[in-house]
């Protein structure tokens, strides 16, 4: 692929001839003055003046370090809004033919570009094949599907600026690019939305409708409700090919799940069987072993979980003693940290080494609870140093407890609902309590009969469901599972090889790591909204069990059929019942980088442009999305799904705080671009699910973190501000007060431009650029740091490192172009303008990628360039392939 000819910035530049009497010009000297040029006693006490506000600054700053943040915080003046009033209809082009507005303003400048865009098909990868410079090579990306419950945060805002900057670059480089829209239906927060709503306005819970009523319920929501995030990428000047945009229920998408399904099914990577579940009590549904966070206990904490009306304890080790049966006075002490799963034991385990017990192998204890006799069993996976050494086993509640009681034959016990109550094999004084209320009767039991032996702190990992916040309940359920052991392997093995590139490199470890201890996929939701699963439990009356009654189809016809073969009947007589149940989200969202391009058909957008060039997302999403996508785009399709990774940090506030509704620092991109008051914001926090208690912390932090509300800032200045961050770091923390920063850097911009065109006049005609030559030290100088500002931004979007390419625009426009030459040539009277338009038109393509929809300066300079007859300059560096 050719990268920009960076020939073309060396001498002669542009087709400048070199000027005579000039010595050796050296384009990418270093120096950060012309040599031989002293500087203006103006700019020397310019200079000076800027060091000892810095300095100033600097001390103030380190005498307020004790400060808490809000108090640093400075209040901002309101800029003006100037308004683009020439009457443009939707899709026509921009007027910019009138003079520059004096003051930069980001309203006015962004506004009707976007709209002729979309009109025009420059986002389409079939316009840029007809551009005269198309090379031929092809780049294609999708966007992560944000969830169509909410609107784009700035996490999402990261992803759109670095991705958008990526695939404009690809175009100003005459790659056919395709970069494709989508949204996620996102199962268990959708219905969640949904149920609430139906409760808040109709007073109906989802069961009292069919399931087909509920269904409908819920697409009229999304239809109502799902524009507002294509509204926002539009507003971040996002360059998708919209009419390519995808939604995982549609019904594309929904035939390659059911095509994925069967596949898998079929090649016996997907089958069915009862086992432990990672179950939330919260969300009655089972959830994959990734949407559990494993959060780590020092010790005594207090959580407060949903649908519990009192804070819950944990963090603390429970002793209770097990009596021997037959001898009154002798008792086996065990240590647990959930008293309430008690009535679910069928043993007491002890190592078979450990002395202590030796003389109790092979006796009974009796329940504290129940007083039925349990056996006291020796396992050699018990650690004797931990607790008492004694522990008791509930394999109905513990994945390790279920693997020591499938090794000694133990049957295990229900005793939590899916709803997180007790079952009526805990007895009538537990049926139907919260486990947590039932836990403080348990132990209020366990004091009256003497058997409670104390409590003490006990670090430990407490599961949480990242989805609703309750605590993971282990559950016994017949669920449908994908075996990932070997798909796995090869995920692991395309990182190791090199084939498949993960930047920056330290996730690799993460990576390697979790295919090393992959388990089975748990994708079995108890949703209605969502793919539902195309298999078939076949009805026999007097049959025995179910597992193996179960058939797969891509239809019931197909699953009749396969049900005829396996019971040797005719399907017109057997009675199918579909799976009630919906698949995981995350399913259909690893089929996304293909099934967007139209697999299982064989369409020529498949043909073209997949595998994917790369894949950009948020590391947090590494092994949610990444990892899968690699595992079912290698096993369906034969190849990987793209061959390169790049994963951006989580974005924070200016508090390092992770950022989150309650917290009150969730923020919408538009509120940054357009500006907003804090009276609205305070109004979209009271809008939203937030609980009373949640809400009145984060409308204080609100107010903290915004007491004057959010100036408008544009997406130029957030979109640079976003870019500017490496990706190699940790977490990102911003500020509005940087993005500020950054529309200042917009104004500077702005005003130089308008500097430069009002000394053209309106009846100057440049001349050719191969005219033109350098005419003093001067501007042999500035053109030596475009070719050096040039290089950078080459070198940052082929590493894929945009902090780079922001740093070498900032650095060229405001140290290099306005604070020297401008600033000299300004005191000498004299501005090359013919060689600056040159030079201006060689560096603005660097300048759109990251502030891309900054047009109005651009087609301004390319109508008073084409007045020199430089069509074919022109066409390259402003065509529209660039937009």
């Known amino acids: 692929m050719p990268h920009l000819p960076l020939s073309s910035f060396r001498p002669p530049f542009l087709g400048l001839k070199p000027s005579r009497g000039l010595s050796r010009f050296h384009p990418v000297s270093t120096q950060s003055e012309p040599h031989g040029s002293p500087i203006s006693r103006r700019n020397r006490e310019a200079k000076q003046k800027r060091l000892r506000e810095k300095q100033a600054t600097l001390e103030a700053g380190i005498a307020g370090e004790s400060k808490s943040p809000a108090e640093s915080i400075k209040a901002w003046s309101p800029k003006e809004v100037l308004l683009y009033e020439i009457p443009t209809k939707p899709g026509e082009k921009k007027d910019v033919s009138g003079p520059l507005p004096p003051a930069y303003s980001p309203r006015y400048v962004e506004a009707a570009w976007y709209p002729w865009w979309v009109r025009e098909g420059f986002f389409k ?112 000047g ?42 939330s009590c919260a969300l009655r549904s089972a959830i994959s072993d990734i949407e559990v966070e494993n959060r780590p206990l020092p010790g005594h904490a207090e959580l407060r979980l949903p649908g519990c009306p009192t804070p819950v304890s944990f963090g603390l080790l429970f002793s ?6 037959g001898e009154p006075d002798a008792e086996v002490v065990v240590g647990t940290t959930r008293p309430e799963t008690l009535p679910g034991d069928v043993a007491v385990a002890v190592h078979p080494d450990d002395s202590r017990y030796t003389h109790l192998h092979g006796r ?50 229900n005793v939590i609902a899916e709803d997180g109550t007790m079952t009526s094999l805990c007895g009538d004084w537990l049926q139907g309590l919260h486990r947590f209320v039932a836990r403080e009767k348990i132990m209020s039991v366990l004091s009256e009969r003497g058997l409670f032996r104390g409590l003490q702190n006990h670090p ?169 996508m690699v595992m079912l785009g290698t096993q369906l399709t034969g190849q990987l799904p793209f061959s390169k990774v790049l994963l951006h940090p989580m974005v924070r506030d200016r508090q390092g705080r992770k950022m989150s509704k309650s917290l009150g620092n969730v923020l919408d991109p538009r509120d940054i671009i357009s500006g907003v008051e804090m009276q609205v914001l305070q109004e979209k926090l009271r809008s939203g699910n937030l609980d009373p208690a949640e809400l009145a912390i984060a409308a204080a932090a609100q107010k903290k973190d915004f007491p004057h509300g959010i100036p408008e800032c544009g997406t130029d200045a957030l979109r640079f501000t976003l870019c500017s961050h490496g990706v190699q770091g940790g977490d990102l923390r911003l500020s509005v007060s940087e993005v500020q920063s950054c529309r200042h850097f917009c104004n500077k911009i702005w005003n130089a431009l308008r500097f430069i065109l009002n000394a ?60 020297v030459y401008l600033e000299r040539r300004g005191d000498e009277g004299v501005v090359s303008v013919p060689l600056f338009l040159g030079l201006l038109s060689a560096v603005w393509p660097g300048t759109v990628a990251c502030l891309s929809p900054g047009e109005r300066t651009r087609r301004r300079l390319l109508e008073v360039s084409d007045k020199s007859g430089s069509e074919s300059r022109g066409a390259f560096f402003f065509s529209p392939c660039s937009c």
């Not at 998408?253 to 086992?275: D, H, I, P």
């Not at 050494?389 to 000694?408: C, F, Y």
């Open 460 to 628: 430990m990992v407490l599961p949480i469901c990242s989805r609703s916040g309750d605590v993971i309940e282990y559950l016994l359920k017949s669920q449908w599972f994908v075996r990932c052991q070997e798909m796995g392997a090869r995920a692991a093995q395309a990182v190791e090889s090199g084939a498949l590139e993960l930047s920056p490199s330290f996730h690799q470890k993460s990576w390697q790591h979790w295919f090393a201890h992959i388990g089975d996929w748990c994708v079995s939701r108890q949703l209605w909204w969502g793919h539902q699963i195309p298999a078939y439990l076949v009805v026999e009356d007097g049959a025995q069990g179910e597992e193996d009654r179960w058939v797969v189809g891509r239809s019931e016809a197909e699953a009749r059929e396969a049900a005829a073969e396996l019971t040797g009947r005719p399907g017109a007589e057997l009675a199918l019942k579909r799976d009630p149940d919906v698949l995981d989200t995350w399913f259909s969202s690893a089929l996304f980088p293909f099934s967007a391009l139209g697999w299982p058909q064989e369409t020529s957008d498949l043909a073209h442009f997949y595998p994917l060039s790369l894949l950009e997302t948020g590391s947090d999403l590494l092994l949610f999305w990444v990892g899968r």
């Open 320 to 325: 209770v003693a097990f009596p021997v049966d």
């Open 760 to 819: 053209l006049g309106e009846k100057f005609v440049p001349q050719p650029a191969e005219e033109l030559s350098p005419s003093s030290p001067m501007d042999a100088w500035i053109l030596s740091r475009l070719a050096l500002a040039a290089w950078e931004c080459e070198r940052g979007f082929l590493n894929r490192e945009l902090s780079l390419v922001t740093h070498a625009l900032h650095h060229f426009w405001l140290h290099n172009l306005c604070d």
């Open 125 to 236: 990868p079939e316009y840029q094949a007809q551009l005269p410079q198309a090379t031929g090579e092809t780049f294609s990306m999708c966007i992560p599907p944000p969830n169509v419950t909410g609107s784009l945060h700035i996490g999402h805002a990261l992803t759109v600026a670095i991705q958008d900057a990526l695939v404009r670059w690809h175009r100003m480089r005459g790659d056919q690019v395709l970069w494709v829209p989508g949204s996620d239906h996102a199962g268990i927060a959708t219905q969640a939305v949904v149920e609430k709503q139906l409760w808040k306005e109709q007073g109906v819970r989802r069961h009292e409708l069919s399931r087909e009523d509920f269904l409908r319920e819920v697409w009229q929501w999304k239809e109502a409700k799902g524009g507002e995030i294509c509204e926002q990428l539009r507003a971040l």
């Open 364 to 413: 009974q204890l009796r329940h504290p609870l129940m007083g039925k006799p349990l056996p006291l069993i020796t396992d050699y996976t018990v650690q004797p140093h931990v607790g008492t050494g004694a522990v008791k086993v509930t394999p109905a509640h513990s994945p390790a407890d279920a693997e020591m009681g499938a090794r000694h034959g133990l049957s295990p016990l």
């Open 238 to 279: 996002a360059s998708l090919d919209w009419d390519r945009e995808c939604f995982t229920m549609d019904a594309g998408s929904s035939a390659a799940v059911t095509e994925a399904f069967v596949r898998l099914y079929k090649a016996g990577l997907l089958y069915r069987n009862r086992q432990l579940v990672n179950w």
